[in-house]
């Protein structure tokens, strides 16, 4: 019997009508109890894992599901619960999970940041001192049962020991990483051998720290933690699965750990596979990651194919398995959902339900061509077509971008004659309060959207709506008593998608989510050619907001660097030419937002530190052109606009350089969850201009106090000045209700008004 060639590193959680997102709403609401809530996740499970085994994947994983996060769930397994949430011993129960995800009102929550370069959000384990570290939980054993009571042998998946102790956090310096890691490896082998006790045969071990640049003693963390595990007997056979880049020069490491099989990301780093076969390994199975999991295009099967060939020369067919780069976490779930797509650029597409198809051909190809040669056939012509396509170049784009010059990516003078500029054109008070732009999305606001799409209401009414709400959202800033003002966001359906509708070279997906954290769900806009901008974009409300104040208001723009890491993008140029159209385009909305009155322009660039390369030597590249795409949108403003940025949850410290270059005159981001932790990396640069470190967390439900934002502002003030300071939330209010809105930010604006007078007496009350 010939061996099964085919496996999944993980597939979405949410559903494909999104099921999951709406249980979890329902019961963070209240309106659903517990039973309901695990029976809808109970029945996406069964459902994704019948549609992976009707593809003809032979090993589907289980215990890639999650009500919130897999690193979270890793952390509530080991019983990593910080002492602020209670519950010492036992089972964590889900009103505690959901509270070290989203905070509660007696309790922040633990900080989230980006899953290395993707936009999907992971919740940051807390190492404190007297954590009662055990076993409390045993998640995958119970989803490999469950699969198992349908009939379905899966590959349990588990987050390896060392990338969990590297992703996470000690909360004091006394607190070795060494320490926790030596404390949870006697709990990750008690849980492996239930696993082989319950029929596992293998479990899927991800490991993706082994494709960042490690230290000696990161190293040693993975000698000593594979020492570990695989030193008992009777424990399954271990897959050490990497991805998201190459594994380089941590693959003799990786081969010392005695795994029985490794995982490589062959769409990230296809030269990794000679590297692997030049060593010869003595693996018993080598999974070949050759369908992307993180963009939409099909698979070219004849080049994919090629790497089987040139593996089956050096292992042999049976040692061969076929996969995905990563987990179809990042993919959106069905094409075949998507009804409105132009047939032509849907022919160049697969999603995660599609790419289990292409897996499934190419193990066939593991017997020969002829096994699948119309399949390939058919990938060829599509390819073909694809390249050729009059869609997709543009020579108006193409003569632009050579007309850019590099004084195009630079200001008129350099920050400190802007910030004379600016400081007598906007007359602003010292700490300056503002939002980072949206306010609550509310069912009303979805309501007349999906309205309006649908054509039950006309572009007239739905206009006056949304002056409306913009209207009542600039009454409601000037009565908290906000310093600058946005407008809202009412029109825009997501940051990305709401700018790729109104640019060339974009198409949309109807159903095409994917999850970003929790519930938060995103359409990706997809990025097929050449990008430019037909008409303007924000100007029209902009321009109302400010005509229905004296306060000034936000023009509010997302960043080249984020629209292109947000989107699905082509892959058949550079991503640094996309992000230079983009970046045009964009310059191009600013000098419309300035001849229109706009006097402070936002463009957000949350995404800049998620595209940065996970290998030191790679980022250089990177940097100089995503910096460059930021300042060739930015730099065409007057010295008097006043250009903001926004960055959120991410880790700066490995590119402030480049912060400091991309020369906003304001950053905004965030530094609650941290505690302003951020802010020592820019002190010790001397960082010159402006920031506004976020006081509180929008992403929890909770209302800070008065107290606790003052605290954090005191902390940002003894490493910033007064003169530098700007007080703002954490992020856009979008996902929040107006009562929390209304006490969070009414809390914000009094905190900074007190500490104002403090500091400066001549603007006291």
Not at 162 to 185: D, N
Not at 224 to 240: E, I, N, S, Y
Request: charged content about 25%; overall charge neutral.
């Amino acid at each position: 019997m010939r061996v099964n060639h085919t496996s999944n590193l993980g597939f979405p959680r949410m559903g494909q009508h999104r099921q999951l997102k709406f249980a979890l709403e329902k019961y963070w609401r209240g309106q659903a109890g517990e039973s309901e809530l695990l029976t809808t996740a109970s029945n996406l499970r069964k459902e994704h894992w019948q549609l992976q085994v009707e593809a003809g994947i032979s090993v589907p994983p289980s215990n890639d599901f999650s009500l919130y996060d897999h690193v979270l769930d890793m952390a509530a397994t080991l019983g990593a619960v910080p002492q602020r949430f209670g519950s010492a011993n036992g089972p964590v129960t889900l009103s505690t999970y959901f509270a070290m995800a989203r905070g509660s009102q007696q309790a922040p929550a633990l900080e989230m940041t980006k899953w290395f370069d993707t936009n999907y959000h992971y919740v940051v384990p807390e190492f404190e001192s007297g954590m009662n570290l055990a076993l409390r939980s045993i998640k995958p054993v119970d989803e490999y049962l469950e699969a198992r009571a349908l009939g379905i042998q899966t590959r349990p998946v588990i987050l390896g020991p060392v990338s969990f102790v590297l992703l996470g956090k000690p909360t004091a310096e006394s607190i070795l990483r060494k320490s926790v890691l030596q404390a949870i490896l006697p709990l990750y082998t008690d849980l492996l051998g239930q696993l082989r006790t319950a029929g596992a045969e293998w479990v899927q071990i991800d490991e993706p720290c082994l494709c960042l640049d490690l230290d000696d003693e990161s190293r040693s963390f993975y000698r000593d933690a594979f020492a570990t595990l695989k030193g008992p007997p009777g424990l399954p056979k271990f897959m050490l699965t990497t991805y998201f880049a190459t594994i380089g020069d941590n693959l003799d490491l990786a081969l010392g750990l005695q795994a029985d099989g490794l995982h490589l990301d062959l769409v990230r780093a296809p030269q990794q596979i000679d590297a692997l076969i030049a060593k010869k390994p003595t693996l018993s199975q080598i999974s070949l990651g050759l369908v992307d999991g993180r963009n939409v295009w099909r698979t070219d099967l004849i080049i994919a194919l090629s790497k089987i060939e040139n593996a089956v020369k050096a292992w042999g067919k049976d040692r061969i398995i076929v996969a995905p780069s990563c987990s179809l976490l990042h993919s959106p779930v069905d094409l075949d959902l998507e009804t409105e797509f132009d047939p032509e650029i849907r022919g160049w597409m697969a999603f995660a339900k599609q790419k289990l198809q292409e897996i499934s051909t190419l193990a066939k190809g593991i017997d020969g061509r002829q096994e699948i040669s119309k399949a390939l056939a058919t990938s060829d012509a599509f390819t073909a077509w694809r390249k050729q396509s009059p869609r997709i170049h543009k020579a108006d784009v193409e003569k632009r971008i050579l007309a850019v010059t590099e004084a195009m990516a630079s200001r008129k003078n350099p920050y400190p004659h802007r910030r004379e500029k600016q400081t007598g054109a906007l007359a602003l008070p010292k700490l300056p309060t503002t939002t980072i732009g949206s306010f609550p999305q509310t069912a009303e606001v979805r309501k007349m959207r999906a309205a309006f799409r649908a054509g039950k209401i006309d572009q007239q009414a739905y206009d006056r709506f949304i002056e409306e709400e913009t209207a009542r959202c600039i009454r409601f800033q000037e009565e908290v008593g906000l310093d600058v003002l946005v407008h809202g966001e009412f029109e825009r359906n997501d940051m990305v998608e709401y700018f790729g509708e109104q640019l060339e070279g974009f198409v949309f997906s109807e159903n095409g989510w994917v999850q970003s954290y929790g519930s938060r769900c995103v359409k990706p806009p997809i990025i097929y050619g050449d990008v430019s901008r037909p008409h303007a974009m924000t100007v029209r409300w902009s321009k109302f907001a400010q005509s229905v104040t004296r306060q000034f208001v936000k023009g509010m723009l997302t960043g080249p660097v984020t629209i292109l890491q947000w989107s699905f993008v082509r892959d058949d140029q550079p991503r640094s030419q996309t992000c230079k159209q983009i970046a045009l385009a964009l310059r191009d909305e600013v000098a419309d937002l300035e001849a229109a009155g706009i006097k402070i322009i936002q463009i957000d660039e949350p995404a800049i530190r998620e595209g940065l390369p996970l290998r030191r030597a790679d980022r250089p590249e990177y940097l100089k052109w995503s910096v460059n795409a930021f300042r060739l949108a930015s730099s065409g403003a007057k010295d008097e606009t006043q250009i903001h940025t926004h960055m959120c949850y991410s880790e700066f410290n490995a590119m402030l350089e480049s912060i400091v270059a991309m020369d906003a005159d304001v950053i905004s981001m965030e530094c609650s969850r941290s505690r302003m932790e951020l802010l020592d990396a820019f002190h010790r640069v001397r960082y010159p201009n402006e920031i506004g470190p976020g006081v509180y967390d929008i992403h929890s439900p909770r209302v800070p106090g008065k107290k606790e934002i003052e605290d954090l502002l005191e902390k940002a003030l003894e490493v910033l000045s007064p003169e530098q300071l700007w007080v703002n939330p954490d992020c856009g209010l979008k996902t929040r209700g107006w009562p929390e809105v209304r006490a969070a930010l009414s809390n914000m604006v009094d905190t900074a008004k007190k500490l104002r007078g403090i500091l400066f007496t001549a603007d006291a009350p």
